[in-house]
Nanobody
Framework: QVQLVESGGGLVQAGGSLRLSCAAS????????MAWYRQAPGKQRELVAS???????NYAESVRGRFTISRDNAKNTVYLQMNSLKPEDTGVYYC?????????????WGQGTQVTVSS
C-alpha cells in the first residue's frame, strides 16, 4: 500500500503561481511514475503532468511551458510548480503514484487539493 498526501493548493489570481507537493509513503517501488491530475467541476479527471523515477516527463498541452513537474526521489515527493495560472486551471488536483509488476498497474491516489484561479 502507498499513501499520498498533497499540499499547496489555494486561491490565486490569474497570472499568479502556486506550488503543489505530494509526499508518498509505504511500499514504494524504486521504478515508478508520479503524476498530477486535475478535475474541474462537471468535467472528467485529466492528466496534467507525469514524471518517471528516471526523470522522463509528460505534460498536457494546455499546461506546457507554464507548469513544471519535479520530484525528489530521496523524499518520495513530487512537486508541481504552476506559473501564469489561468481561470481554466481551476479544479481539484490529485497526485497519483503507480508502479508496474508485469502487466499489472498498482495505482494510488491522493485525496486532492483545491486550486482556484480567479479572473
Amino acid at each position: 500500500q502507498v499513501q499520498l498526501v498533497e499540499s499547496g493548493g489555494g486561491l490565486v489570481q490569474a497570472g499568479g503561481s502556486l506550488r503543489l507537493s505530494c509526499a508518498a509513503s509505504g511500499n514504494i517501488f524504486s521504478i515508478n511514475v508520479m503524476a498530477w491530475y486535475r478535475q474541474a467541476p462537471g468535467k472528467q479527471r485529466e492528466l496534467v503532468a507525469s514524471m518517471t523515477s528516471d526523470s522522463n516527463t509528460n505534460y498536457a498541452e494546455s499546461v506546457r511551458g507554464r507548469f513544471t513537474i519535479s520530484r525528489d526521489n530521496a523524499k518520495n515527493t513530487v512537486y508541481l510548480q504552476m506559473n501564469s495560472l489561468k481561470p481554466e486551471d481551476t479544479g481539484v488536483y490529485y497526485c497519483k503514484y503507480h508502479h508496474w509488476r508485469g502487466t499489472t498497474q498498482y495505482p494510488a491516489w491522493g485525496q486532492g487539493t483545491q486550486v482556484t484561479v480567479s479572473s
